[in-house]
C-alpha cells in the first residue's frame, strides 16, 4: 500500500494567538456538541481538528465504528490534551483526526448522497482518513454480476446513494479489458423509471469508474494483482473495500483465505459478501464458518440471501414494532396459526443450479423461510441496531423445535408427461419443502408455523398469513354457519403478484336483514405509492455499505437453523425420506393435504 503523504494536508494557517484568563475549553464544547446534532457525513469525509496527538492509533478502527459516547470523551480528551501542548506556540498547526462519524444505517433510514454532499466530500478529504470506497465483484462475467450485481451498483449511483469517491472492480479468469467489461454491463444498466434524468451522462460517468482485472487460476496471485489495481485508482490514501464473491461454492473458501492474505485494505475497514447456501448442513457449515473466522471478523462478513431484501421484509419490523393495534395481538392468545408461502410458477431449470442435493431446503428454507420467521416471531430488541435485532432473531430460531419427519413433506417437480423433459425424472434434488414448525417459548407455545416453499407450481405466490383465533362467543355464529371464510379474521402480508397488506373482516352486507361478508381492507402499494420498488439486490448492497447486518445471518443464526433442520436431512440421507413427484404446473405432492389436516388448518392460498 502507497503510504501516506503529508503533502495532501492543507497548508498551515498562521494565526496571532490570544491569551485569555477563561478556561479553554470552549472549541472542545463547540466541536462534541456540533458531532452529536449533525447528520453523518458522506464517505470521504472528515474533519480537521488539530496536530501531534500522541496516539493516533487507538482512536483508528479500520473496521467498524466505535460507541458514539465513547468516541466523543475519546475526541475531548485528544482535543483538550493539544489544545495545552500547543498554547506556547506562536503557530497553529493543522493535523487530522482518523475518525469516522457515521453508524450503521437502523431499520427504516436511509443514508442517500446528494450532489452538495458529495461535492463537500471531496471537498473536505484529509489525511489518515479513508475516502475512497472500492467495490470488487469477484466472479464478474457470471450471471448473477451481469443480471443483478453491476445493475444494482448502478441503480445506487444513480440515486446518489454511492460516495462521490469510489471505484468498481471486476475479477474473473477471462482475459478481458476494462472497455470489455464496460460494454458487457453497459446493455444491462438502467435508469429509474419514475425519473430519468442525466440517464445517459450518469451511465457513462458511472462505467468509466468501472474497472477489470484477470485473476487466473492462481486466486492468491490474482488477489495481490487486485490489490495492486485498486492502489492504483485509491490514490495515496486509504480506502474501505467491500469484495462480493459470486463465486461456485467449491471456490469460495479458496478465495475468500487468498483475499484475506493479499486483498485487504490496510488503511479502512473490509467486508465479505457471501452467497448462500451457508453450507449444505449443520457439519460443513461449521467447517466454512470456522475457515472463515480464522481469517475475517464476524462484523466483517455478510452472509447475503436476495429474498430477505424485499421490501414486505423490511416491512415485518415496521409492521410490528410500530403499530399500537398489533402489538397486543402478537401473541398465542390472539394468533391461530401462522403461514410463509413462497410458491413460484417456473420451470425445472430452476433446479438445475442447486449446488448439493438438498435443493431447496439449502436454497429457501434455511435463510429466507427461517429468516422471514426469524423477523416475524422474535421478541422486540433493545434498539434496531443490527446486532441487537441478530440477537433476538437468534434466540428464536434456537426456540424452534427441531422438525419431525411426521411433519414434513419434500417433494420434486417432474416434467408433464410426455414432455421434452420428461428424462429428468430421474432428478429427485427436492424443489418443494412443507412443514409445520412449532416454537418453543411463552409467546408462540402450541402455534403451529406453517411453510410452504416450492417451484413449478400452479401459481406464483409470495405472502405471509396471519390467522386469528375465532371470537369468543361470538353473537353472529349464526350466521356464519359452515362459511369458515368468515371465522377467522386475517392479516396478509403479500410479496407477489402485487405488493400489499390485507387486513381481511366480517362486514354486514347492505340491505334487509343481517348477511355477513368477509371483506379486505387493502393497502395496494402500487396504487398507494407512485414509486418504483428498488430491487433487493439494491436494498441488500446499500445495507452493506452503510455496516447495516440486521437482514445478513450471523454465524449463530447460521448453525441455529441448520440445527432444526438436521433430522430431516438425515433422513434424506438415509433415503428414510423420498421426494414425492408432483407434476409441473400443478399444486404440489398430494401428501401436504392431509399435513394441513392434520394441524386442523386449511391452507388459505388453496
Known sequence: MTSLSPSFQQPPVHRKMVYS????????????????????????????????????????????????RQDLQQLSAAIVSNESSSSSNTQHEENTLPYQFEKPRRIGTSMKYSHSQQTQASSITFQGRPNFLSIAVIGATGELARRKIFPALFALYYSGYLPENFGIFGYSRKSLTDDDLRSMIASTLTCRIDQQQNCEEKMEAFLRRTYYLNGGYDNREGMSKLSARMEQVEGEFGANRIFYLSVPQEALLDVALSLADSAQSPKGWNRIIIEKPFGSNLVSSHQLTSSLLLKFKEKQLYRIDHLLGRNTIENLAVLRFSNLVFMPLWN??????????????????????????????????????????????MEPPVTLEGEDVRNEKVKLLRSIRKLDTSDVIVGCCAPASGSKDAAKLGNITPTYFAAALFIDNARWDGVPFLIKVGRGLVKHRVEIRIQFRHVPGNLYRGQIVHNTNLANNELILRDAPDEAIL????????????????????????????????????????????????????????????????????????????????????????????????????????
Open 21 to 68: 484568563a477563561t478556561p479553554r475549553i470552549s472549541v472542545s464544547e463547540n466541536f462534541i456538541t456540533f458531532a452529536v446534532h449533525s447528520r453523518p457525513l458522506s464517505y470521504g469525509t472528515s474533519w480537521t481538528i488539530c496536530r501531534n496527538l500522541r496516539d493516533k492509533d487507538e482512536l483508528l478502527d479500520n473496521a467498524e465504528p466505535h460507541h458514539q
Open 503 to 606: 387486513l381481511r373482516v366480517n362486514n354486514k352486507v347492505p340491505g334487509l336483514g343481517i348477511h355477513l361478508d368477509a371483506s379486505e381492507l387493502n393497502l395496494l402499494y402500487k396504487d398507494k405509492y407512485d414509486i418504483e420498488v428498488p430491487d433487493s439486490y439494491e436494498q441488500l448492497l446499500h445495507d452493506v455499505i452503510d455496516g447495516d447486518n440486521h437482514l445478513f445471518m450471523r454465524s449463530d443464526e447460521v448453525t441455529a437453523a441448520w440445527d432444526v433442520l438436521s433430522p430431516v436431512l438425515h433422513e434424506l440421507d438415509k433415503n428414510n425420506l423420498v421426494p414425492e413427484q408432483y407434476e409441473l404446473g400443478g399444486r404440489g405432492p398430494d401428501n401436504a393435504i392431509y399435513l394441513w389436516a392434520k394441524h386442523g388448518i386449511r391452507w388459505m392460498d388453496d
Open 332 to 377: 398465542r392468545n390472539y394468533i391461530r396459526n401462522v403461514q410463509v408461502i413462497l410458491s413460484e410458477d417456473v420451470g425445472l431449470r430452476t433446479s438445475d443450479g442447486y449446488s448439493n442435493s438438498y435443493g431447496i431446503i439449502g436454497d429457501v428454507v434455511h435463510s429466507h423461510i427461517f429468516q422471514t420467521i426469524a423477523l416475524l416471531a
